[in-house]
């Protein structure tokens, strides 16, 4: 099959859940199938307009209305998503530009614009969360938040309803899109989100030992990582580490080491427990200097993809049980904490299975992105023959 994904951000380098799971689902789908996926990014941006990588023909097109929503936002003036109405403007000239009448067209919401008008024999929705609940409270950061909610609850039902399929990367999600928007359930597709299996694995003792020297860890250290990007579930979360969990273990040798963009809001911290790493090219070599992997999130929508990273690492994974919506196969080789019991889970020291030397968990291996985009791959081809050739609406 062709397929164009369609996307409002650069899809690689992965340095976000979003990307991850985009670039992931992508590279598992060009094993057998030809993918070409548009990414509508900032004039910044210095990567080349054409670039294969990993069998993914990608394609970035600058938009100077990109960094201009990202600025309304910062300023609290609208929120990012309305950039979906200068996407919708240039629907035509995107998929002119993506060229040809494709199997497959999935965007996300960003870019979900172009699917009322494809020639494309299935149109899907490729969603990251169920967009218009995740967004709610920070929707409470600009005035007249009511009025946002609804533009973002129509936007997302447009897309919903417009596409053949819907992907979503939890039942959860699953169910809430048939509760919001009435859609069949045959028409939602759960593809849960994974992990880069070529990267991320468990270290040798020399790559521990660097990793842990790299970041002024003693071999006493017990180590507990939190990775995230800087948006409010991974703040919050954040908060709760550094706050409330780590000075009642200070005395216990526990150090947290923080990583990816959300390290930004401790800036100026210096307390002795607290290493920021910040956004790093090789998550595996700051997972490297861990014990355990910490998901202490309450709130937000999809999944969380630190998990099966954390275990792919061989880390001990302590998660609130949110934070294991998605993944219950991978329940039994995680530690499960309350928000509240979060510290006494933590005190325990927990082993994952490499301190451990036991085997990688079975299961994990279901949540390689090759594997999840294989099974997407398939069951993208049987709806395509579900759809008529001539197919102008959902069938």
Request: charged fraction near 20%.
């Amino acid at each position: 099959m062709l397929i164009h994904w369609a996307v409002d951000n650069d899809l690689h380098p992965p340095r976000f859940g979003g990307t991850q799971r985009d670039f992931g689902l992508a590279r598992g789908l060009a094993r057998r199938h030809r993918v070409r996926a548009l990414c509508v990014v900032p004039n910044r941006t210095a990567a080349p307009a054409l670039e294969t990588v990993d069998g993914v023909e990608l394609l970035r097109v600058k938009e100077w209305t990109t960094s201009l929503a990202w600025r309304l936002d910062q300023w609290r003036v609208a929120p990012f998503f309305t950039i979906s109405a200068a996407h919708r403007r240039a629907a035509a000239r995107h998929a002119a530009a993506l060229g040809g009448r494709p199997d497959v067209l999935a965007a996300n919401l960003g870019l979900a614009g172009l699917l009322p008008a494809s020639a494309a024999r299935l149109r899907v929705y490729a969603s990251q969360n169920v967009e218009s609940d995740r967004q709610w409270l920070e929707l409470a950061r600009f005035a007249g938040p009511t009025r946002w909610r609804q533009r973002l609850r129509a936007l997302e039902r447009e897309a919903v309803e417009v596409a053949h399929v819907t992907v979503a990367c939890s039942d959860e999600d699953a169910a809430r899109f048939v509760e919001l928007y009435g859609v069949p359930p045959e028409r939602v597709l759960m593809i849960p989100n994974g992990y880069d299996e070529r990267e991320l694995h468990a270290p040798d003792a020399g790559a521990r030992a660097r990793a842990r020297n790299a970041f002024g860890l003693a071999d006493t250290d017990w180590v507990l990582a939190f990775v995230g990007g800087d948006w409010g579930p991974n703040r919050e979360a954040l908060t709760l580490l550094a706050d409330r969990v780590m000075p009642r273990l200070a005395a216990d040798g526990v150090k947290l080491l923080v990583v990816g963009a959300v390290g930004r809001m401790l800036d100026g911290r210096r307390e002795s427990w607290l290493r920021v790493a910040g956004e790093v090219p090789e998550l595996a070599a700051a997972l490297h200097a861990a014990d355990a992997g910490a998901n202490p999130v309450t709130s937000g929508g999809g999944s969380n993809v630190k998990v099966p990273a954390y275990l792919a690492c061989g880390l001990a994974t302590i998660t609130t049980p949110f934070g294991l919506r998605g993944y219950a196969p991978l329940a039994p080789h995680c530690v499960v904490a309350e928000a509240d019991a979060f510290a006494d889970a933590v005190r325990a020291k927990p082993r994952g299975w490499a301190a451990s030397g036991g085997a990688v968990p079975v299961r994990l291996a279901e949540f390689a992105w090759a594997a999840l985009g294989g099974r997407l791959g398939d069951a993208l081809e049987a709806h395509v023959a579900g759809v008529p050739a001539t197919a102008g609406g959902v069938a």
